[in-house]
């Protein structure tokens, strides 16, 4: 769960693995700091082109093979919505205009929260960028539901979906697994 850490970053001596403040935490007792781990920052699109969504087979592990919103690990110094922005390039070579964050999804046991943004493509070009093995703009019918990824996907398509219908797009907040 936790990633190991051997010294501590701002004297170099060697740190203990104690409780202290309510958790299990890294501590360098020469200099008494604690080190704080934090959660990675997944950010994503949920992109749409007239009445389609675009998707990307992953070419990578975990869970190759399967589709999924295009997403990766948010980078040092990057707003969120530039993140998904990139991501979105990087995976299936298109260019979005972000609209709204649409879903805030929190997987505590793998140290992690999804930021999926609702946005449109700006001209409906893909391609297939290094991560991907295909991409391709899906109608709600034609989505793949047995071969997703990961839920966070799951729960912004289906969420995306629910708010067309009305053409009133919320921000949720959910969390793995789903109540």
Not at 28 to 40: D, G, L, V, W
Not at 145 to 153: C, G, L, P, Q, V
């Amino acid at each position: 769960m936790y990633q190991h850490q051997k010294y501590c970053n701002q004297c170099g001596k060697e740190v203990v693995f104690i409780f202290t403040e309510g958790k299990d935490r890294f501590v360098c007792e020469h200099c008494n700091i604690i080190h704080y781990t934090n959660p990675k920052i997944v950010v994503g699109a949920m992109s749409f082109w007239e009445n389609k969504i675009l998707l990307c087979k992953r070419a990578i592990e975990p869970r190759k093979g399967f589709w999924n919103l295009p997403a990766g690990y948010l980078e040092d110094f990057e707003k969120a919505e530039d993140g998904a922005i990139r991501e979105t390039m990087e995976e299936a070579g298109a260019v979005i205009e972000i609209i709204q964050p649409l879903v805030v999804y929190n997987i505590p046991q793998a140290n992690q929260v999804y930021i999926h943004f609702l946005a449109k493509l700006i001209d409906g070009t893909i391609t297939n960028g290094v991560e991907s093995l295909e991409t391709k703009l899906f109608t709600e019918e034609e989505i793949p539901w047995k071969e997703m990824a990961f839920t966070s996907s799951t729960f912004t398509i289906k969420k995306y979906f629910e708010d067309r219908k009305s053409g009133n797009f919320k921000t949720y907040l959910a969390s793995f697994p789903e109540v």
